[in-house]
C-alpha cells in the first residue's frame, strides 16, 4: 500500500506546488509566464548545479566498482526499456512514432531527476554523485536503440519510408545535445576541482537552487498544461501507456535495485531514471534522425502525463517500496 503521510508530504513540497499552480495559470488563462531568456538561464543553472555537486561528490567517494555497476546497470535500463517498449507501441503505432516514444521512455528527464534530488533532500536524504553521471550516460544509448528498432522494422509502405535512419548523426547529436554536454561538463568540473576552492561557490550551486526549481517548475507546470489539449486527440491507448509503463518501470526498478546497492538514495534516483520520459533530448535528436515521427504524440505523453505523474504519485510510490 501507498504511505499516504509521504504522499501528503510530497504533495505539500513548495516546488511542486509551483507545477500545479502553473497548471491552473493555463487553465483561466492567466497572462502570467516566465521570460524565454530566464527559461535558459533557469536550466542551464538546474543542470550545472547538479552536475558540479555530483562531481564534487564524485570526487570524494572516487570511482569505485559500485560506480561502475552503477553505470554499467543505469544504460542497460536505456537499452532495454526502448527494447520492449517499441513492440507495445507498434500494435497501435507506425514505426518512427513507435521508436521515437520508445527513445524518450528509455531516456531520462533531467527536470524529474531534480525534482527526486530535491525530494530526497527533503527526507534527509542523499543521492551519491555517481547517479548525475548515470544520468547524463542513459541519454544517447535510448536514442540509438530507438534509431536502430525503427531501422529494423520499417513500415511495409513505399520505399522512401524504407531509407535507413542515420544513427551516427542521433549519437553525435546525443552526445552533443546542450543539457548532456552542460550536466558532463560540470561533473567533470566538480570531480577534478580542488575542493577548497570550489567553497566558493557553494552558496551558488547549493543555496539557492529549490528557488531556481521552484520557478522553473511552474514555466513547466504551464508548458505542460498546453500540451493536454492536443494528446486528449491520440486516444486512450497512448493515454494507458503513458500511466501504466512508467509506474511499471519504476516500481520494477524499485525492487531490483535491492541487488545493485543499498543506498536508499540512489534506489530513488535509479527508479525515477527509469520512470521519466525524456522531451528534451531525444526530441530534438529525433527532429533530425526521425522527422517523420509526430513530436505532438510522444511531447505530450512525456511532458502532460509522465511527469506529473512521476513527481506526485510516482516518487512516493517507489520510495515505499524500497523502504519495504
Known sequence: MINFELLSFNLTNPTLLFFILGVFAKYVKSDLEVPAASKNFISLYLLFSIGFNGGSEL???GITEQVIISLFFGMSLALIIPLYTFFILRVKLKSHDAGAIAASYGSVSAVTFVSAVA???MNHLKVGGEMVAVM???EFPAIIMGVILINLFP????ALDKAPVQWKVALKHSLTNGSVLMIFGSLLIGFVSDSSQSVGIK???SDIFKGFLAIFLLDMGMVAASRFKAFKKQGS???VFALLVPLFNGVSVA???QFITGDVGNRLIFSILAASASYIAVPAAMRLVAPKADPGIYIPMALGVTFPL???LGLPLYMQIIHG
Not at 513500415?155 to 513505399?158: G, R
Open 310 to 312: 512521476n513527481i506526485t
Open 237 to 239: 491507448f497512448l493515454l
Open 119 to 121: 525530494f530526497l533532500e
Open 136 to 138: 547524463a550516460s542513459m
Open 155 to 158: 513500415d511495409k509502405t513505399s
Open 255 to 257: 525492487y531490483l535495485t
Open 59 to 61: 570526487a570524494v567517494s
Open 203 to 205: 552558496h551558488f550551486t
